[in-house]
């Protein structure tokens, strides 16, 4: 009976899936063009106020949801990015190509050699700011000088990736085991590059979105549907006074948690059980640290006891 009633689940979530596909197909041009026009709107004064907006860096969606403890709150989340915000920028800067470094100051030069000028002329003859295009090829050239300066890098600057990839994971408590020791190669910083993305790639996504969106749904995410429905049946505990949760949520390490975080003997969990990169036992812990009255499973009170006898929580 649970049987047919788990294949039944997935074939109405994968219909559902491929109606919704289609929806955003029939209506991904209306979609795309609100999008564009509200990315317009939204942007544009930036733009004009800080130019090199779009050459600054942000956190992705994908690195939100990476970094994220079980049950931390959105404010506490954006608190550490933050913290983090900044030896994130000075890494990713570490690896500025000489090559375009060159190209960028030569860029740099020229346009400032035009906007000089044209400054000039403007001062001493009010009546240049008349000829057409003027204010408009001022404007682009500002742009182009400040959107040069973010491919020169800082003369001032130490190379030391090392440090600055730990100052990173002390805010953001998580690193692939694949990256420790090797900060100071290129494919380390494309990884990175993933989480912590240029904001004009982030705009570029908003804007596809809309085209992208229905083949995902329909030709990928549809075929997906088993293992979401299989995710839903095996990880679904039921919480008295609150209902269905997911059982991540819980923090419990002798179900989720993984033996090389310090929970051997603690954890029953099979490797399809275990939380990636030691979410459960790191959110255990930041959940205690900022909830000092909550009292966690025996388990878990064993854990977060070993933890502080270590001193790894300072």
């Known amino acids: 009976m649970k049987t047919c009633y788990f294949y039944h689940s997935y074939f109405r979530l994968a219909r559902r899936i491929f109606w919704i596909g289609i929806a955003n197909f029939i209506l991904s ?15 544009a004064e930036m733009v004009k106020r800080e130019p090199d907006a779009f050459g600054a860096r942000k956190w992705s969606s994908y690195g939100r949801l990476f970094f994220r403890h079980f049950n931390e709150l959105d404010h506490e989340l954006q608190t550490r990015l933050s913290k983090a915000y900044e030896p994130a920028s000075k890494y990713m800067n570490l690896f500025v190509s000489p090559f375009l470094a060159i190209i960028a100051k030569n ?16 001062v001493l003859d009010k009546d240049v700011l008349l000829a057409e295009h003027v ?19 800082d003369e001032n600057t130490v190379w030391d990736p090392e440090q600055l990839l730990k100052q990173i994971v002390s805010h953001t408590h998580y690193i692939p085991d694949s990256w420790r020791g090797k900060a100071h190669t ?36 549809r075929y997906k549907s088993l293992d979401i429905v299989d995710f839903f049946r095996n990880f ?16 419990d390490v002798k179900r989720h948690g993984n033996p090389e975080w310090l929970t051997q003997g603690l954890t029953e969990a099979t490797q399809y059980e275990q939380a990636e990169h030691g979410k459960t036992e790191l959110s255990l812990v930041q959940f205690s640290i900022r909830n000092p009255t909550w009292k966690p499973t025996e388990k878990g009170a064993q854990f977060i006891s070993t933890i502080r006898e270590n001193g790894s929580c300072e």
């Open 29 to 43: 041009p209306f979609i795309f063009i609100w999008v564009i026009l509200y990315s317009f709107f939204t942007y």
């Open 107 to 122: 860029m740099a030069f020229f346009a400032g050699a035009l906007f000089a000028i044209l400054t000039i002329f403007t």
């Open 236 to 251: 679904t505990v039921d919480v008295v006074g609150v209902g269905d949760v997911c059982s991540f949520a819980q923090m």
């Open 135 to 153: 204010l408009t090829v001022i404007a682009v050239l500002g742009l182009i000088i400040r959107g040069c300066y973010i491919f020169v890098p």
């Open 186 to 221: 290129s494919e380390v910083r494309q990884k990175f590059s993933q989480v912590f993305q240029y904001k004009a790639e982030y705009v570029l996504q908003e804007l596809l979105s809309p085209i992208v969106t229905p083949f995902l749904l329909c030709f990928h995410l």
